[in-house]
């Protein structure tokens, strides 16, 4: 969905880097969500928002962090990129009071 | 706690109908989900059906819910090679993000 766009869309950096990997949305939504998919495992959520002051912990959220910037813009860090952390990332959105959710196109992250 | 399961593969021959189960473990679901994820694409809202329904149709998609078995299923009629992708059932309950399956990978046979 152009609405949700995420950069980049490919990455691959080594073990111990900071990573940061962004999300934008024009659909004038509230709440965004991070999740990672691996093959076999689904979707995990790592961190979602409500507004702009709200963030709480997601499924699997050791390791990473987040930043809402502003109501458009929510960012997912890696403070210290691990291999186990290679995944295909997935940000979404919705608008308050729906569950629907809008998903980006993915960001393909490898640390190697 | 919330659990949705899924089956990981289904193959099916073109023009067949392909159905697509789930199982879940919350029965304070109030909204059910199907996604479907193309290859390298994200996940597409196909669907969804309010718990106080039995069944949802739209075009060649049918949404089947069973409350009392926590199962819900979806059917594709006339499946063509365009539907291969992977289906993901999700629930929400409260005020909580949706749960999602594993996600199913349909395979359409020419």
Sequence with gaps: ?112 | GEDVEQSLFLSVREGDSSVINCTYTDSSSTYLYWYKQEPGAGLQLLTYIFSNMDMKQDQRLTVLLNKKDKHLSLRIADTQTGDSAIYFCAERTGNTPLVFGKGTRLSVIA
């Design chain 1, 1 to 112: 969905d152009a609405d949700v766009t995420q950069t980049p869309r490919n990455r691959i950096t080594k073990t111990g880097k900071r990573i940061m990997l962004e999300c934008s949305q024009t659909k004038g939504h509230d709440r965004m969500y991070w999740y990672r998919q691996d093959p076999g495992l689904g979707l995990r959520l790592i961190y979602y928002s409500f507004d702009v002051k709200d963030i709480n912990k997601g499924e699997i959220s050791d390791g990473y962090s987040v930043s809402r910037q502003a109501q458009a813009k929510f960012s997912l860090s890696l403070e210290s990129a691990i291999p186990n952390q290679t995944a295909l990332y997935f940000c979404a959105t919705s608008p308050a009071g729906s569950y629907e959710q809008y998903f980006g196109p993915g960001t393909r992250l490898t640390v190697t």
